[in-house]
């Protein structure tokens, strides 16, 4: 039986087109609660940024790829980076301008703005934030970098100096630094202990790179029909598209509205 539903946001619940959940989804899990499953939002944004979900009252959020995690308004999980490695991150990305989102346990900030950071901004339906420095940042805990660069440039000048850390890119543009040790599927044990419910009583819909360790840990995991076909040989079971749908023919499938 299933008891508690994960749900990654972009290109799962909300369409890159629309930037909202649509109301055959809204109506899907809602359905979900009155059948007594809980419904979780598991997603590489800080809940800062989650403003795309219409106010819905999720049971709790795994964020910033599973470095946090908020059940019912309480932190259960928090896991933010070393501070040494942080700080070399953010030196490098300083050094060679490049734009970069950095999520903070209570806010969100960007290193500095080009054509490609407003373009990628935009997709996401993010407004641009006023640039500051990373390096004074990283003073502080910092939960996850999302540097927008290339996979190229990554591997040449970051890589290299990333021990405690590890990324994960579901969008070309850009990709997502974690501590090492966070995941999704981290983040979905976290909150399955916390709830005391077995993980086979869980599923996971996701479309991106960063979704397919909670797609591998949920008891169902479900890719949507627009994910690449690596996250797919992953999935339990691959829906049709998020602009198709998906979650909602998915949940019919299994039964569980």
């Not at 060679?96 to 490609?116: F, H, I, K, Q, W």
């Not at 373009?119 to 004074?136: N, R, Y």
């Amino acid at each position: 039986m299933i008891r508690a539903a994960f749900f990654d946001i972009d290109g799962t619940l909300v369409s890159f087109k629309t930037h909202v959940i649509s109301e055959t989804s809204l109506r899907s899990l809602d359905r979900l609660k009155e059948a007594g499953i809980k419904v979780f939002i598991s997603s590489g944004r800080p809940v800062a940024l989650m403003d795309n979900l219409q106010d819905y009252p999720f049971d709790g959020y795994v964020s910033m790829n599973g470095s946090l995690v908020q059940i019912g308004g309480k932190t259960i999980f928090s896991h933010p980076m070393d501070k040494e490695e942080s700080m070399t991150i953010a030196r490098i990305l300083q050094d060679n301008a490049v734009p970069c989102v950095t999520y903070l346990e209570n806010g969100v900030c960007m290193s500095r703005l080009d054509d490609t950071a407003i373009q990628v901004m935009a997709t996401l339906a993010i407004s641009p934030l006023p640039p500051v420095d990373l390096t004074e940042i990283a003073e502080g805990p910092v939960y996850q970098y999302t540097p927008i660069m290339s996979e190229e440039l990554f591997q040449r000048i970051l890589a290299p100096y990333m021990k405690k850390s590890v990324a994960t890119r579901w969008h070309p543009a850009f990709l997502d630094i974690v501590p090492e040790g966070s995941s999704k599927a981290v983040g979905l044990d976290e909150a399955v202990r916390y709830l005391g419910i077995r993980k086979e009583e869980t599923i996971a819909f996701g479309d991106g790179g960063n979704d397919v360790s909670m797609l591998e840990y949920a008891g169902i995991g479900v890719a949507m029909g627009n994910s690449s076909d690596e996250v797919k040989s992953h999935a339990d079971y691959v829906t049709s598209s998020v602009d198709e749908e998906g979650v909602t023919a998915a949940l019919e499938h299994f039964g569980l509205i």
